[in-house]
């Protein structure tokens, strides 16, 4: 058991998904006397950790990304020449401010918040077909959402119910309205598929039967 090391006892990873092995490089990358030798060094460590870590490409400023990194896994304390400003330590220890959530209720949660915002667009229009079409389609959307959270349908009489508390009796539609199918706010098509039911059945009995005489 004698010269085992265990993660406990190591020192801790600055970022861990880089691994220990890119922590230790770094960390003789520092011990390095020679300057132009430490930069071809530093250079050489960044390539690993971008194959590493591929899916930094795809974030802004790839490589300066990288960069940081190499400094934040040395603490701050390798003297290389960087292509990017070097980050500060002191910005990382600010820890960053609380992200503010929307505030305000929402009266039918199925139907969302944004919905709401485009009712309120719909009762500024003036009477006439625009405001119309606006509505039926607004109509629409409400049953299609009501449908994508509910597992129960839902009859055309209640959303044109929910439309009008929702727009505070601003968007009324006349109760015989119909509006779109479940299937067609689906994106659905009816199937009809053969099944082998009883006639199949019979069918097939009175064959075999046939084939007795």
């Given at each position: 058991?004698?010269?085992?090391?265990?993660?406990?006892?190591?020192?801790?990873?600055?970022?861990?998904?880089y691994g220990r092995n890119i922590q230790n490089m770094i960390e003789y990358c520092?011990?390095?006397?020679?300057?132009?030798?430490?930069?071809?060094?530093?250079?050489?460590?960044?390539?690993?950790?971008?194959?590493?870590?591929?899916?930094?490409?795809?974030?802004?400023?790839?490589?300066?990304?990288?960069?940081?990194?190499?400094?934040?896994?040395?603490?701050?304390?390798?003297?290389?020449?960087?292509?990017?400003?070097?980050?500060?330590?002191?910005?990382?220890?600010?820890?960053?401010?609380?992200?503010?959530?929307?505030?305000?209720?929402?009266?039918?949660?199925?139907?969302?918040?944004?919905?709401?915002?485009?009712?309120?667009?719909?009762?500024?229009?003036?009477?006439?077909?625009?405001?119309?079409?606006?509505?039926?389609?607004?109509?629409?959307?409400?049953?299609?959402?009501?449908?994508?959270?509910?597992?129960?349908?839902?009859?055309?009489?209640?959303?044109?119910?929910?439309?009008?508390?929702?727009?505070?009796?601003?968007l009324v539609m006349d109760e015989n309205t119909v509006l779109s199918s479940h299937?067609?706010?689906?994106?659905?098509?009816?199937?009809?598929?053969?099944?082998?039911?009883?006639?199949?059945?019979?069918?097939?009995?009175?064959?075999?039967?046939?084939?007795?005489?």
């Amino acid at each position: 058991m004698e010269g085992m090391e265990y993660n406990t006892q190591l020192e801790k990873m600055i970022i861990p998904e880089y691994g220990r092995n890119i922590q230790n490089m770094i960390e003789y990358c520092k011990t390095i006397k020679e300057r132009e030798e430490r930069n071809i060094c530093a250079k050489a460590i960044i390539q690993v950790m971008g194959q590493l870590n591929p899916h930094l490409r795809d974030v802004a400023d790839y490589n300066h990304k990288l960069w940081d990194h190499l400094f934040i896994i040395s603490k701050f304390d390798l003297d290389v020449d960087s292509p990017y400003p070097k980050p500060n330590a002191e910005s990382f220890k600010d820890k960053p401010e609380t992200l503010k959530y929307p505030s305000g209720k929402i009266k039918y949660k199925h139907y969302g918040k944004t919905i709401e915002e485009i009712i309120k667009k719909a009762k500024e229009l003036p009477e006439g077909p625009e405001r119309a079409e606006l509505t039926r389609q607004i109509a629409n959307h409400l049953k299609k959402s009501y449908l994508n959270w509910n597992k129960d349908s839902i009859t055309d009489d209640v959303v044109l119910k929910n439309l009008k508390e929702l727009s505070d009796g601003a968007l009324v539609m006349d109760e015989n309205t119909v509006l779109s199918s479940h299937q067609e706010l689906r994106g659905t098509k009816k199937h009809f598929h053969k099944h082998k039911g009883k006639g199949h059945q019979h069918h097939k009995h009175k064959n075999n039967n046939n084939r007795k005489f």
